[in-house]
């Protein structure tokens, strides 16, 4: 996506070479037309698949989430991020390791919101070592229902997190494939669907 | 807001004469179009103010927020919760307790974000204590930035946060207010703004 990489270029600043900082316009401060376009994208990529909901997780991937969910006509739920989980009772669940944060943490969707007839897009802001979507894969697969794909805003693709779920078969789109941040450089992958 | 109301009465769920939960269309699962008109009801509510960039807290108010920033044409920045902060360098921050919940958080806002320039919207989801709110006037304060107003989807009139802000002289706009949930019956107060 073009814009979205545009943007990055203009705003996102490299810290090292492995982290991005986009909260200029994604992660902190959020720019809703971005998210809008972004969530255009989605709709018009995904739009032939018959999605019933959006699963996403908490906080930035609350607002291109719901953007998208605005476009399908569809609901968007939001997983739920603690430490520690005192009522589980009515909840799916799943633990999500963070590596640059070195923490663990549970995530939790409640039963009612997901169910097995339902047939969902996961979206995200960012992919690097896939931990999160894993967690959210996890609670698809409790709950039983069905996954269209995945939508991701801008994936690291020099981390291993999108080979290790396009391995499984699972149809990830990002609409932008970081290459490499070496040298302070924001590099871009060509393709933006890595097969 | 007769639509927001509605819905309420509809998916609301009383669980005691505190406690109504609405997590069907706004704290966990998100209805995208309702937030819409929520944004756009906030946008016609505080058009004439020159707002510069709303400021909302993870997670539930981003959604709003957002809505409410597309419409205006103006960023959202949403401040972090956190249990302690390692890092406080360049961010203003603030302790917010959860009288629900027991619990004091940190909320923090980068400084790159807000600048005493600003004339600032707040947006929340949830009125009751006012906690959250306050937390939020705090940042406001420290960065030296003015506010035009208070945008709250849902507020609990019975609770006392509505009264403290809107004694400060701060213009408060909640879309529904709630005036009692005793014996598991929805009331809502007639005028939306509480004088």
Redesign the interface.
């Known amino acids: 996506m073009q814009q979205l990489r545009d943007r990055i270029k203009t705003d996102g600043k490299v810290l090292s070479a492995e982290v991005l900082k986009v909260?200029?316009?994604l992660n902190?401060?959020?720019?809703?037309?971005l998210?809008?376009a972004i969530g255009e994208e989605y709709a018009s990529r995904f739009a032939e698949e018959g999605i019933t909901k959006i699963l996403t997780i908490?906080?930035s991937g609350?607002?291109p989430a719901?953007?998208a969910?605005?476009k399908l006509?569809?609901?968007?739920?939001?997983a739920?991020k603690k430490?520690s989980l005192t009522l589980t009772d009515g909840l799916y669940s799943s633990n999500v390791h963070s590596f640059t944060k070195n923490v663990t943490s549970e995530i939790s969707?409640?039963k009612?919101?997901i169910k097995k007839e339902d047939h969902l897009l996961i979206i995200d802001d960012f992919l690097a070592n896939g931990q999160a979507v894993l967690g959210l894969l996890d609670i698809v697969e409790q709950a039983g229902a069905s996954l269209a794909g995945i939508g991701i805003v801008i994936e690291k693709g020099f981390q291993p997190g999108g080979k290790l779920i396009r391995e499984r078969g699972i149809r990830v789109e990002s609409l932008a494939i970081i290459k490499s941040l070496k040298e302070g450089t924001i590099e871009f992958y060509e393709e933006e669907t890595v097969k």
Chains 1, 2 share one sequence.
Do not use: C, N, T, Y
Request: net charge negative; hydrophobic share 50%; aromatic share 10%.
């Open positions: 909260d200029s316009f902190h401060q959020i720019d809703p037309e998210m809008m908490e906080s609350i607002a719901v953007m969910g605005l006509g569809i609901p968007v739920v939001f739920r430490k969707v409640s009612d919101f």
